[in-house]
């Protein structure tokens, strides 16, 4: 009997999908697992698997369309089976991803509501791995049916809003099914896999399954990520070199179904590819792209200039990062009111004062750090600053958690250093060191990138005199830091060579006023001015 296929929504906020590659046409035997399609979401392209077996009847979204959530994207049944009522309207069994009601804490496993469950069987439900998580995508399953799972192994690797994170059994038994598999995604609460005695039957317990209702107790921490196996690569991942060999574990070489699959219509030694997705995992660019080595110096021979006057234009998939930076951004800037500070500040003591602390063995401090320490400091005389507005009311938070903007392939993220006011500046730079790191390494937790109440943003480092940020929401300011230059001053009267750095401060008018942002500023440039101020 036909199947219909829907969009599937593949990311939490998803509401429409493009159709960027077919991997199969009509006429085309499908198996349970093959990849049909890529589709690219709001976040990331991401390959779309079948969960049935047939043919593939009737392609109703092409190449490069888009539809919304739900939409027939395409109908799979028995060759030669008559589909023109579905086609008119008529109905059918639809494949669908399993979605469930959001929830605020993590059921890492639940049983099913409203049925009786075998002896010893357990449901494994989708686990809330993030405080905004509320969808998550199997990145790699790290055991499969039938294998022996140990209290406190790794199930899986779940891609959350955030982060790749490992996912950890807390029962003991067979894994006796797989609800989701990977690349496919299912609200928080779904079906996610069943655990127990080997040989139960549990083929009953998958179709009757509903997600537990929402529940109000906070999430748990989640674990950071281990070393265990690499996650699965996104799509538009862009890292910073490729790994010199294919990434591989117990023989087994990492790489994505499409990429495997391209590999092998193209006769390619994956062991021959370099790895350029997460982990060095192997993925679809690096086998389209991949060149035997003697081709590859025949053709760096080859030099290419474009005609005088042609015009070229080269379309290039945003990221999903980079989509998320957009949104995020976009709601910040035309939705509240920001108004801009500027301030000077003499550097000449900061500049002593720092080369007498890195003096000392194993320590390291950078201007930056002494900004973030000043902000907090700052930021404890001046608790306007320190604010998030809500429709109805202000917050006033009583914790300072400064937040600090590193520059990461794909865009931005915002590590928090949380508690700043009480740490020393080495403990800060530390921090910012490992957490920069992290970054860019992708194996920063959620929780270490959430909680800001106020953000630095330095591109000093680039050579910047001067900028403008647009304010990391829910905080009220952004600071941007500008470069130390040297100039021409006025000092006791008289004009010596000085050195200087611009700082600006964005506020939101919601929360901010002109004079308490001046305020503020003002007492940020008397500490980074005097740096024995804050060494503690």
């Known amino acids: 009997m036909a199947v219909v296929v829907n969009m599937p929504r593949l990311s939490d906020t998803m509401e429409e999908g493009t159709v960027a590659t077919w991997l199969k046409k009509v006429g085309d035997k499908v198996e349970e697992g093959d990849i049909l399609a890529e589709i690219e979401t709001d976040k990331a392209t991401m390959e779309f698997e079948s969960f049935n077996e047939g043919t593939?009847?009737?392609?109703g979204v092409q190449e490069g369309e888009t539809t919304k959530v739900d939409e027939l994207l395409a109908i799979i049944g028995e060759a030669g089976e008559d589909i023109s009522g579905l086609l008119n309207g008529g109905s059918a069994p639809v494949e669908a991803p399993v979605e469930a009601?959001?929830?605020a804490e993590a059921a890492p496993a639940a049983e099913a509501p409203a049925q009786e469950l075998p002896e010893g069987v357990v449901v494994v439900t989708m686990p809330r791995l993030s405080d905004t998580m509320e969808e998550g995508t199997v990145?790699?399953?790290?055991?499969?049916?039938?294998?022996?799972?140990?209290?406190?192994?790794?199930?899986?690797?779940?891609?959350?809003?955030k982060a790749t994170m490992e996912f950890e059994s807390f029962q003991s038994g067979t894994l006796l099914e797989i609800g989701l598999q990977e690349g496919e995604s299912a609200k928080v609460d779904?079906?996610?896999?069943?655990?127990?005695?080997?040989?139960?039957?549990?083929?009953?317990?998958?179709?009757?399954?509903?997600?537990?209702?929402?529940?109000?107790?906070?999430?748990?921490?989640?674990?950071?990520?281990k070393a265990a196996a690499p996650a699965a690569a996104k799509t538009e991942a862009?890292?910073?070199?490729?790994?010199?060999?294919?990434?591989?574990?117990?023989?087994?070489?990492?790489?994505?179904?499409?990429?495997?699959?391209?590999?092998?219509?193209?006769?390619?030694?994956?062991?021959?590819?370099?790895?350029?997705?997460?982990?060095?995992?192997?993925?679809?660019?690096d086998i389209e792209n991949y060149e035997p080595a003697a081709a590859v110096s025949e053709s760096a021979a080859v030099t290419s200039f474009a005609v005088a006057g042609e015009e070229k234009t080269e379309e290039v998939k945003n990221s999903s990062m980079r989509k998320a930076i957009a949104k995020s951004l976009g709601k910040s800037k035309f939705t509240a009111p920001h108004f801009y500070l500027n301030i000077e500040v003499d550097m000449d003591n900061a500049i002593a004062s720092r080369k007498t602390i890195n003096a000392i063995p194993d320590t390291k401090v950078s201007f930056n750090d002494m900004v973030v320490k000043a902000c907090a400091m700052a930021?404890?005389?001046?608790?306007?600053?320190?604010?998030?507005?809500?429709?109805?009311?202000?917050?006033?938070?009583?914790?300072?958690?400064?937040?600090?903007?590193?520059?990461v392939d794909d865009g931005l993220v915002v590590p928090v250093i949380k508690h700043t006011n009480a740490l020393s500046l080495t403990q800060i730079g530390g921090s910012v060191r490992d957490l920069a790191g992290k970054a860019r390494n992708k194996k920063i937790k959620p929780d270490e990138m959430s909680g800001s109440t106020f953000t630095v943003s330095n591109l000093g480092m680039f050579g910047i005199q001067s900028f403008t940020s647009i304010i990391n929401q829910p905080n009220s300011a952004i600071l941007s830091v500008g470069a130390i230059v040297q100039k021409p001053v006025v000092k006791d009267g008289q004009i010596v060579v000085g050195n200087t750095m611009m700082l600006t401060l964005a506020c939101d008018h919601r929360t901010v006023?002109?004079?308490?942002?001046?305020?503020?500023?003002?007492?940020?440039?008397?500490?980074?001015?005097?740096?024995?101020?804050?060494?503690?």
């Not at 930021?379 to 320190?386: G, T, Y």
């Not at 604010?387 to 300072?400: E, G």
């Open 56 to 59: 593939l009847l009737h392609i």
């Open 101 to 103: 009601p959001a929830s």
């Open 139 to 161: 990145a790699t399953w790290l055991k499969k049916v039938g294998d022996t799972v140990e209290e406190g192994d790794i199930l899986a690797e779940i891609e959350t809003d």
């Open 190 to 225: 779904s079906l996610l896999a069943i655990i127990g005695p080997a040989g139960t039957d549990v083929s009953g317990v998958a179709s009757g399954f509903s997600a537990p209702a929402a529940k109000t107790e906070a999430a748990p921490k989640a674990e950071a990520p």
């Open 238 to 285: 862009k890292p910073s070199a490729p790994k010199p060999t294919p990434v591989t574990a117990n023989g087994r070489i990492f790489v994505s179904p499409l990429a495997k699959k391209l590999a092998e219509e193209k006769g390619i030694n994956l062991t021959k590819v370099q790895g350029t997705g997460e982990n060095g995992r192997i993925v679809k660019r």
């Open 379 to 407: 930021l404890v005389k001046h608790p306007q600053v320190n604010t998030t507005w809500d429709d109805n009311v202000t917050k006033f938070h009583s914790h300072i958690h400064v937040g600090v903007a590193v520059a």
């Open 513 to 536: 006023d002109g004079a308490v942002g001046a305020q503020f500023l003002q007492t940020l440039k008397t500490f980074i001015e005097n740096p024995v101020t804050m060494i503690a």
